[in-house]
């Protein structure tokens, strides 16, 4: 049986970001699955056209809920990778033991975790604004660039604007600094694995550092990289192969589909 890979989107984007995720490891032999969020599903172009009804009222644990549904009807626990929020339903996904190992990039941190970086905590409070109560947030090109994909030139940001983005719930950032964010970093767990680019202005690399430091059973494995020269858009933009590359070799490195892979208890 081959392993499973579950790819885990997140905010602003949907599965068409997986697009090149999805031919690269089936062509390493997984079945690769890259569902979308609720209020996700489609061209992105017509999502930012037509905005889903209730889109601002998406919340975390609805997200959390129908990927754990999607993984429970799976034959055995899949591998799970996870962009953004998507990282951090992956380290999520791991605490509560239904993930063969975990890929958490460009990750929302758990436990309210922040950082000081400005452009951070600008981003974090553009979207978390409780004056625009249950409002959408509406991704435009301008930020998009900005801050998303801040190492691409106009014509290649403009591209990826195009190709990929999706307006998104408040609700789902604001519930990243909840109590549907809390997970016990203390317990064994699976191989999980931290990727940062160096130039994050979303998740900065610090952060995610941060994060991979908090994780404290010293018989589990946690480790991190870091590229240099990478936005939060690090799995689209121009050298993506050379991060998916590195993950399929540390899935390699873990044993994945061996006799000597061993979960943690």
């Not at 697009?19 to 172009?45: D, M, Q, T």
């Not at 591209?159 to 600094?177: K, P, Q, Y």
């Amino acid at each position: 049986m081959k392993n499973t890979i579950v790819l885990i989107h997140g905010m602003f984007q949907n599965p068409k970001s997986w697009k090149n995720w999805i031919a690269f490891f089936e062509s390493k032999g997984y079945e690769v699955i890259a569902p979308a969020w609720p209020l996700h599903e489609g061209e992105p172009s017509v999502l930012r056209e037509q905005v889903p009804l209730g889109l601002g009222d998406l919340e975390l644990d609805t997200i959390i809920t129908s990927i754990e549904t999607l993984i429970y009807k799976l034959p055995e626990k899949p591998i799970v990778i996870g962009h953004s929020v998507g990282g951090l339903i992956v380290q999520l996904l791991v605490n509560r033991g239904l993930a063969k190992l975990g890929v958490a990039i460009s990750s929302v941190a758990p436990n309210g975790m922040v950082t000081f970086d400005w452009s951070f905590v600008k981003n974090a409070a553009t979207i978390a604004n409780p004056l625009k109560g249950d409002e959408p947030i509406y991704m435009d090109e301008e930020t998009f660039q900005g801050a998303f994909a801040n190492t691409l030139s106009e014509a290649e940001a403009k591209l990826a604007f195009d190709e990929t983005a999706t307006h998104d719930s408040r609700n789902v950032f604001r519930d990243c600094m909840g109590s549907s964010a809390q997970l016990d970093v203390e317990l064994p767990h699976v191989p999980l694995l931290f990727i940062a680019g160096e130039q994050d202005k979303i998740c900065p690399a610090d952060l995610n550092e941060k994060n991979a430091k908090a994780y404290t059973d010293v018989a589990s494995v946690t480790e991190i990289q870091e590229f240099p020269n990478r936005s939060h858009f690090i799995c689209n933009e121009p050298g993506w192969e050379e991060v998916a590359t590195y993950i399929n070799n540390w899935l390699d490195a873990q044993g994945v589909g061996t006799n000597d892979y061993i979960t943690a208890s």
